[in-house]
């Protein structure tokens, strides 16, 4: 183990991680020129044509006698428990800067989880070949930010290759080699005397294995394989193992390391990342964060005959806090009968995403689909556009809202994810909603639009901390549905592109809201109901009635387009009849036979409207549409 580096590469987004990682791979030989290509371990479409990493990636490398093992990770706040989850399977993080741009909020965001992991840190200032580069300056920030010595600071160049060399060298004489603590076994007090002794001659010297999955995937021919940091003990190819969480059973079909792709080994030992080949084909039994161990008979105490499998004395590894989905939102197919289709494809996503949440809906309007949690808005259009691209699904995504805490009068409490799900006024104690702490990132020049801007988006200034001369960090607490629609477009816009934000969970506090209902021709479209602050409802409900006037198609009669509160209507909007040119065939006469047709024809509309056969059904092009104005 004293020959083994475990470490990552964490940035804010866009600060260069990839291209690190693949000058890393060249210089150690790790893939063949004919097969290197840019960003070569973000192995998705999406990831490529984004520029941005969604999925962490590990890979193996061997440098002068030693064995490296990165794993490369997502930099947008979005995709932050994918860091987390990175960070839980090694000792050492590469920490990146982009010298044109300086520290950022997610730069921050993952020291701050590295920091909680107690990883050794490695300051890299990256991108120094570019002519807008600050090196010193954004060194002096960044030394600030550490509290270390400038001089430790790494200067490099990812598309060069400059400074890379140090990078490795310094992760080599830095980062801890991976330790194996040995616990006991035992689950309880008085239990000491259930030792796992090795029963056979091939197993002699070897100890319990635990393996943490910290990632997994779902392989159509071989089942969920299983991205692990090997904690204890050692695992082959061909052994029975145990998920000590889902309590699933299978076998190792293969065990190996990633060059990035598999590359099969005899086994996996302690303190080595690789993978496991579970077979396993549902995706609930293989969950990021469990425990691997080997299934092996072993005596109950000592003296005592064979008894139960060696698993049941083994501790779990510490796994990973259930991530709280911040979003959520509806999705329906936009084909009724691909709800089949869509259950899967979710399913399948969920292995590879641990952060998805999901449980099936129906909507009148929308037919059957599913409310989904997601860490923020990138996240949910990622998912989207993975459905759309890996499983060819066409969909429509309902209006994304927060989980308010509601408390009825008689007591109850609810968490409440639409407006559908919300209680009549008279019922209602207390609505709580989700606030977040906000870290933006900006050069001093703008702090004023920056402060105006969050003060109508209701946030509260906390304080602002000073990053050398020029960068600026304001930390606020803000209502979490505030910043769910155009806030970060805004932010940009009034920073000229230069702020950049973080966020995460804080606490629930009351709110002033109430539900929004949207009706056409006098009918509730509930798909079209949000969740509003009290003194923006007027604005929002005339926002979406005109919308629905300029995207739904006229009708054969007048259709009234309302927003209502309450029962009371606050906004309306009427669409004009589509009419046959019934006087078309009238030439000449007095103007009263023109009349009489047209007062005919309007008879005849109110007739259809007041007889139910004007109901409007509402095309999922026009719901796409509303959503997204």
Not at 301 to 313: I, L, P
């Amino acid at each position: 183990m004293n020959h083994i580096r475990n470490f990552c590469i964490i940035a804010h987004i866009d600060h260069g991680k990839s291209t690190l990682a693949d000058r890393m791979l060249e210089i150690t030989n790790t893939v063949d020129k004919r097969k290197m290509k840019a960003q070569i371990l973000d192995k998705m479409d999406l990831e490529r044509e984004r520029g941005i990493t969604i999925k962490l990636a590990p890979v193996n490398m061997e440098y002068q006698g030693y064995k490296l093992n990165l794993i490369d990770t997502p930099g947008h706040v979005d995709f932050s428990y994918e860091v987390s989850r990175s960070l839980a399977a090694v000792e050492g993080a590469v920490l990146l800067v982009d010298a044109t741009q300086g520290v950022q909020a997610q730069t921050l965001a993952n020291l701050y989880l590295a920091l909680e992991q107690n990883l050794e840190i490695i300051p890299v200032v990256n991108k120094i070949d570019l002519p807008a580069a600050d090196v010193e300056g954004t060194k002096a920030s960044l030394a600030k930010l550490l509290g270390c010595n400038p001089e430790e600071i790494i200067e490099a160049s990812g598309k060069t290759g400059q400074g890379v060399e140090e990078i490795l060298r310094a992760v080599i004489e830095r980062v801890p080699a991976p330790t194996s603590p040995h616990p006991s076994p035992s689950q309880g007090e008085g239990d000491d005397e259930r030792v796992p002794l090795p029963l056979t001659k091939g197993e002699a010297g070897r100890g319990l294995l635990r393996a943490l999955i910290f990632d997994s995937v779902f392989d159509e021919y071989r089942g969920v394989v299983a991205y692990v940091r090997v904690v204890d003990g050692e695992i082959k190819k061909g052994e029975k193992i145990k998920m000590l969480a889902t309590k699933a059973e299978s076998e190792a079909l293969e065990v190996g390391f990633f060059k990035p792709d598999y590359l099969p080994a005899p086994e996996l030992a302690t303190g080595q990342i690789g993978y496991i080949v579970t077979g396993l084909k549902t995706v609930e039994e293989c969950k990021v964060g469990d425990t691997v161990t080997a299934l092996a008979p072993y005596p109950l105490s000592r003296g005592a005959g064979e008894g139960k499998e060696r698993s049941d004395g083994v501790r779990a590894l510490p796994g990973y806090k259930e991530v709280k989905p911040m979003v959520f939102a509806g999705i329906f197919c936009k084909e009724g009968n691909e709800y089949e289709e869509l259950r899967d494809s979710i399913g399948k996503l969920k292995l590879t995403d641990a952060s998805l949440q999901y449980e099936p809906e129906h909507e009148p309007a929308l037919g059957f689909g599913f409310r989904c949690g997601f860490l923020g808005l990138l996240h949910l259009e990622i998912i989207q556009e993975r459905l759309r691209r890996e499983f060819n699904l066409e969909l429509v995504v309902t209006t994304p809202s927060v989980a308010y805490q509601v408390t009825k009068s008689n007591g109850e409490e609810l968490i409440v994810r639409s407006a559908l799900e919300l209680p009549d006024p008279a019922q209602m104690k207390e609505i709580l909603e989700p606030w977040v702490s906000l870290d933006v990132v900006a050069p001093k020049d703008y702090l004023g639009a920056i402060m105006n801007l969050v003060q109508e988006k209701r946030g509260l200034y906390k304080n602002t901390e000073y990053l050398g001369e020029r960068q600026t960090i304001l930390h606020y607490e803000m209502p979490m549905s505030t910043i769910l629609t155009d806030f970060y477009d805004k932010i940009k816009s009034a920073t000229s592109g230069y702020a950049s934000l973080s966020y995460d969970f804080l606490d629930y506090r009351p709110a002033e809201v109430v539900r929004l209902d949207i009706m056409v021709a006098e009918e509730p479209v509930e798909p079209l109901s949000v969740i509003v602050y009290k003194d923006e409802a007027f604005r929002r409900g005339r926002a979406i009635v005109e919308s629905l006037k300029e995207t739904l198609p006229p009708q054969m009669f007048m259709v009234k387009l309302q927003a209502a509160v309450g029962g009371k209507i606050i906004a309306a909007e009427r669409l004009a009849a589509l009419r046959k040119d019934v006087t078309a065939k009238l030439y000449g006469g007095d103007v009263t036979r023109k009349r009489k047709l047209l007062e005919k024809q309007k008879k005849g509309k109110k007739k259809m409207a007041a007889m139910g056969k004007g109901k409007v059904d509402i095309p999922p092009a026009v719901f796409l549409a509303v959503l997204k104005k």
